[in-house]
């Protein structure tokens, strides 16, 4: 697969095969995150494997903050479908990990820190999928309450929480809008 194709195919997956992910393939995908760039080299990331205790307790906060999002009629029926399969086990993902951002020491840090830490997560996203690896990057590391769950240190961000594993299904991908729409020409 060259670049295009697995920026192209890689899609968010939501159910997984029970399969684990063998450690030299994790081994490539964590070596992924660290040969993203950063500002000065600076490589302002953390990783955490997340164990089966915690994992059990951020299952618990996710099926608590997506009650209200399942209750509303509205709720396009791909989304309901995802979070359906979330809410059994993240979709029995055998593997997850959560990034973080650390914490800034100047200005630009304060900018740059948690894009940077966002940059290494598509890079680990990108090189899973290569291997046939899906995953899917998940917000409820950003609720309130996951910090405690994920025993998150004074100053640092979570940027993601990734559940990982063979797809069991592959969505279809949702359109995009082309970037013309969506560009400035400056003089
Ligand atoms: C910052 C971020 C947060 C996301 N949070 C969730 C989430 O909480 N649950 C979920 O099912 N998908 C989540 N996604 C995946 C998006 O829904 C998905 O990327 C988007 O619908 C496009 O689909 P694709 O990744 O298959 O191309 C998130 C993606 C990003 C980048």
């Not at 080299?41 to 951020?58: D, K, M």
């Not at 791909?78 to 990034?99: H, Q, S, V």
């Not at 680990?124 to 769950?149: D, F, K, T």
């Amino acid at each position: 697969m060259n670049t295009m194709e697995t920026i192209q195919t890689r899609r968010s997956i939501r159910k997984f095969r029970s399969d684990p992910i063998p450690e030299d393939v994790l081994d490539n995908i964590f070596n992924a995150a660290v040969w993203a760039p950063s500002h000065r080299n600076s490589q302002p990331w953390e990783f955490v494997i997340i164990g089966t205790e915690t994992r059990a307790r951020l299952l618990e906060l996710y099926q608590t903050v997506m009650e209200p999002v399942l209750s509303n009629p509205d709720l396009p029926e791909p989304a309901r479908k995802g979070i359906m399969n979330l809410k059994e086990d993240f979709g029995g993902a055998p593997f997850m990990t959560a990034i973080m951002s650390r914490p800034p020491q100047d200005h630009l840090e304060k900018m740059e820190n948690l894009p940077t830490a966002a940059v290494a997560v598509q890079n680990m996203c990108l090189a899973a999928w290569e291997q046939g690896i899906g995953s899917v990057w998940l917000s409820i590391g950003g609720h309130p309450a996951a910090g405690e769950i994920l025993q998150v240190k004074e100053g640092y961000q979570v940027v993601a929480v990734l559940a990982m594993g063979y797809p069991e299904a592959i969505p279809p991908a949702p359109p995009r809008e082309s970037y013309k729409n969506r560009l400035t020409r400056l003089p």
